[in-house]
């Protein structure tokens, strides 16, 4: 079996997989520890041996819905190839939406960012990537997250980002930042979502926040005024059908400019208050 067909033959196996070839091709690669451009070059180099063992075990696993992510063991993110596991949610493309709304309103002087529920660190290593004068501290209430999330800032030469553990804000009596992102749980209790694709294989209790998806969002935004500066920033990732009931959360708890920003699939994603000045 050479490049093409192993990939053609991995994709006709995927039928429940929305995108059957890119999965092949991903799994593929890690088998042949090649990179997607080499299968595209050499599509008639011969797959054999253990790597064509790992790669049938590889599809066997997806055929089953396991996330690539976990089948590989790690997912890019931003400029980032962070490491994944069970433990956390697997980093999304439309997470990058709430480190592009961060970036915007940072300003040019050091701040101090707090990204709440960090799990691999994605969101907090995503800006550190890009502000190398702030300081980040993400926090996580599972010990394995944090775990991995250190890892992830090793792995990526990141120095300027710290990980501890804490639910929320339990252990961070007496500090200050400039902003605080957060990707917690939005799904609600009963949602069909839970029951399909990769979701399946995700932490229950990274996705659920009761009955209409909001309990964690409420506890955070009425904490965290404690937690911010004058003019600092709250940005917050929700579902789609989430964005009124949020800002109108914020506006309750005192902030203004407060705003719903739209993913990459233009839904209301991501919404904004700031602490008045």
């Known amino acids: 079996m050479n490049i093409g067909e192993a990939i053609r033959w991995g994709a006709s196996q995927l039928t429940d997989s929305e995108s059957p070839v890119l999965d092949a091709r991903v799994l593929l690669s890690e088998a042949l520890e090649a990179s997607l451009t080499y299968l595209l070059t050499w599509p008639d180099k011969a797959v054999t041996g253990s790597a064509l063992m790992t790669y049938k075990n590889f599809i066997q696993q997806r055929a089953s819905g396991q996330p690539v992510a976990y089948i590989t063991g790690q997912r890019e993110f931003w400029s980032l190839r ?30 101090r960012i707090c990204d709440l529920g960090t799990g691999t660190g994605a969101i907090a290593l995503a800006l550190a990537s890009e502000r190398p004068q702030d300081t980040l501290l993400g926090v996580d209430r599972i010990a394995a997250a944090v775990t991995l999330a250190r890892e992830n800032a090793r792995r990526n030469n990141i120095d300027h980002a710290q990980f501890m553990q804490s639910s929320w804000f339990d252990e961070l009596a007496g500090q200050q930042f400039d902003m605080i992102v957060t990707n917690p749980p939005y799904v609600e209790s009963h949602s069909d979502y839970l029951s399909v694709g990769d979701v399946r294989f995700e932490p229950i209790s990274a996705l659920i926040a009761g009955s209409d998806g909001l309990s964690d969002i409420r506890k955070i935004i009425a904490q965290a005024p404690a937690y911010l500066n004058r003019e600092g920033w709250l940005l917050i990732e929700h579902g789609y059908t989430q964005s009124e ?19 990459l699939a233009g839904q209301l994603r991501i919404t904004c208050g700031q602490m008045s000045g």
């Open 82 to 111: 962070l490491k994944v596991s069970p433990d956390t949610l697997i980093p999304r493309p439309d997470t990058e939406t709430l480190v592009e709304q961060a970036l915007a309103r940072l300003p040019a002087t050091p701040c």
């Open 245 to 263: 009931a949020v800002q109108q959360l914020l506006r309750q708890a005192g902030f203004t400019k407060v705003t719903s920003e739209a993913d």
